[in-house]
């Protein structure tokens, strides 16, 4: 899992310098967005089944595959610019969130 790109590619969206993307880019990180997703979820999940099952940290791992889950079967509440920017952001956020997951269930 490529965290260093995952992270980059939710910085543009998120970042407090990010500049709104085109629309063209803006499909183009959405598509990048999902599938990091679509990779960090299969990886948080192993990591997270390496541990106790009453593990608190593994615990919130999971719960974040599931909204991570969620927001995969989303799209944005209209075809405008910013609601599909509000979109792509909500995925980056999660993939930060998977990253952060997937970090913290490494073993030391």
């Not at 615990?59 to 610019?81: I, K, Q, S």
Request: negative net charge; proline residues 8%.
């Amino acid at each position: 899992m490529d965290v260093e790109t995952m992270r980059a590619t939710a910085r543009r969206l998120l970042a407090d310098t990010a500049e709104p993307p085109s629309p063209e880019d803006l499909e183009t990180l959405t598509l990048q967005l999902r599938g990091h997703i679509m990779v960090a979820i299969p990886e948080v999940e192993a990591a997270r089944h390496r541990l106790p099952k009453d593990d608190i940290p593994g615990a919130c791992a999971l719960a974040c595959v599931g909204e991570a889950r969620l927001r995969l079967g989303t799209t944005p509440h209209n075809d405008t610019l910013p609601a599909r920017i509000a979109h792509a952001q909500r995925l980056a956020r999660i993939v930060n969130a998977l990253c952060d997951h997937h970090e913290n269930l490494r073993p030391d």
